[in-house]
């Protein structure tokens, strides 16, 4: 399994951006039945989970991104998304996906995301 991260960018705070994240070496059932999760780390901090949609389709948000950020996916692309909408400054991170598949968890490599005010 392989993860592919896209999407990031420099954005004025306010502004939108849209990751996209998409698995090769998967089949389909089990890309659906997967927990699916985007991560975010910034300078000096740990690395920290943002989003995540649960095996049984149901999506969990960090409290600081609850009502701007939604996770959603595409099973016919294998492709998980995180839709950022009112950015500000301190989303300012390397962001990752993340699936899990049974005990294992796959890691894509990384989109910087940098806001500024």
């Known amino acids: 399994v392989q993860l592919q991260a896209c999407g990031g960018g420099s954005v004025q705070a306010g502004g939108s951006l849209k990751l996209s994240c998409k698995a090769s070496g998967m089949i389909l059932s089990t890309f659906i039945g997967s927990r699916m999760g985007w991560y975010r780390q910034a300078p000096g901090k740990q690395r920290e989970l943002v989003a995540e949609l649960t095996s049984s389709g149901s999506s969990n948000y960090q409290d600081s991104v609850k009502g701007r950020f939604t996770i959603s996916k595409n099973n016919g692309k294998r492709t998980v998304y995180l839709q950022m909408n009112s950015l500000e400054p301190d989303d300012t991170a390397v962001y990752y996906c993340?699936?899990?598949?049974?005990?294992?968890?796959?890691w894509g490599q990384g989109t910087l995301v940098t806001v500024s005010s």
């Open positions: 993340n699936i899990e598949v049974g005990s294992r968890g796959y």
